[in-house]
């Protein structure tokens, strides 16, 4: 969740964009006339009034020619492939079309009565999460590993580059398992609560216990919410794998610190990692500079995820297989 763009244009194109999803999806404005806005204006939420009752309508928008498949297709492909068990909105319709130079997808979704535990993936208050909605969690996170899929969401390319700069040598940046994972697992996109996981887009094959290790970076700023999450989900991060998870979600949080992102992050997760390393974590200064450590230069960074998920249509088939071998 983002503040309104500054650039009116991109506010007014935007606005324009979901009064045409609105007639295409037949579908009608709330009286709520709140707005939930995306990165940079990328994508524009509103609820909406469907036929059938209660609605949720997101507009995405990606320039023609420059569309990373991967994500853009992301919430249909869930909306398949994800048992019905994992607790979603879920996906009515979808439309999509285009005004040169830009590329749209309206998809409207049920609307839940519950809304995210906080407004941006960093909390600095901590939610009231009942023991049923950690439970809740915990079901979900193990329906979730469990798909099958070869949609990536972390590449093996990306961390043999980010881990070693953000986290110094020595360091084995091989992934010891595999699941699949949401990809975007913080407290802006769960519910509460009633738990719903809102944000399919990333979903895809991620180091096992990967999302956990998310949601326990993002909760480093309140000590007691990152010892219970760390307690709620110890089957996930009380292990090797869950250790190197961790190792990865605290890299790729890192780095979208240096594009001026959860800042007040920085030193806890250095800790973490330090703790987890059993040695010292060495500034970026005093490391060199990371160039193209992630495909494509134009990041989304909404959340640390977001560090490496452009451009991801151009992955090789070799490049999958390596994952998913």
Not at 42 to 65: E, H, Q
Not at 68 to 80: H, I, M, V
Not at 113 to 140: G, K, M, N, Q
Not at 179 to 199: E, K, M, Q, R, V
Request: aromatic fraction near 8%.
């Amino acid at each position: 969740m983002w503040a309104e763009p500054d650039d009116p244009e991109v506010v007014e194109r935007m606005r324009t964009a979901h009064r045409e999803a609105v007639t295409a999806l037949d579908v009608r404005p709330d009286q709520d006339v709140h707005e939930a806005w995306g990165w940079r204006g990328r994508t524009l939420s509103k609820p909406v009034i469907a036929p059938d009752g209660p609605a949720w309508l997101r507009i995405a928008c990606a320039p023609i020619g420059r569309i990373a498949r991967t994500f853009w297709d992301g919430s249909l492909k869930a909306e398949q492939a994800i048992p019905k068990s994992v607790p979603r909105p879920q996906l009515r319709a979808s439309h999509d079309w285009s005004h040169d130079p830009w590329e749209y997808r309206a998809e409207l979704y049920e609307r839940v009565a519950d809304h995210p535990a906080a407004t941006s993936p960093t909390v600095l208050t901590e939610p009231d999460l009942p023991s049923t909605w950690w439970a809740a969690l915990r079901t979900a996170l193990e329906d979730i590993a469990t798909v099958p899929t070869r949609r990536v969401t972390v590449f093996p390319h990306y961390l043999d580059r980010a881990m070693p700069h953000f986290l110094g040598t020595p360091l084995d940046t091989t992934v010891p398992s595999w699941s699949t994972a949401h990809g975007d697992f913080h407290y802006a996109n769960l519910c509460a609560p009633t738990l719903h996981i809102l944000d399919w887009e990333g979903w895809g094959l991620a180091p096992r216990g990967y999302d956990a290790a998310v949601l326990h970076s993002y909760s480093l700023l309140l000590p007691r919410l990152a010892a219970r999450v760390r307690d709620e989900l110890a089957l996930l991060l009380d292990t090797p794998t869950g250790r190197f998870a961790e190792l990865v979600a605290i890299t790729q949080t890192l780095h979208s610190t240096t594009r001026g992102n959860h800042l007040d992050l920085t030193k806890p997760l250095r800790s973490r990692a330090a703790l987890l390393l059993g040695r010292p974590v060495p500034l970026p200064s005093q490391m060199g500079l990371l160039t193209r450590c992630a495909p494509g230069s134009a990041h989304r960074i909404r959340s640390a995820a977001d560090t490496q998920q452009d451009d991801t249509n151009d992955l090789s088939k070799s490049r999958v297989n390596r994952v998913t071998a």
